[in-house]
């Protein structure tokens, strides 16, 4: 196993978990923008109003694309000890 090899197990893996990341964190500053300009436009300065939006959201997207992200995560897996034997050598 060379350097060059665990380096792109890392960035595989890097990759994977900027993808499921963003995937999840992005609905949350959309809405968390929105009820921030809403806020602003009606002078109204309630945390709760902010937190709980952003809250559903993000509850929402995990719930939704969970499965996907799981499987995405199995694949990676997968494919990892598929290769061991390419790698040991």
């Known amino acids: 196993m060379t350097p060059t090899d665990i380096g792109d197990l890392f960035t595989a893996a890097m ?42 959201v993000t509850l929402l997207a995990i719930i939704f694309l969970g499965p996907w992200a799981v499987a995405m995560v199995i694949d990676y897996t997968r494919e990892l000890y598929m290769n061991i034997p390419f790698l040991i050598s």
């Open 15 to 56: 990759y994977i978990v900027l993808i499921l990341v963003v995937v999840i964190i992005v609905p949350s500053l959309i809405i968390g923008l929105i009820v921030s300009t809403f806020q602003a436009a009606t002078q109204i300065n309630e945390q709760t109003l902010s937190f709980l939006p952003r809250l559903v």
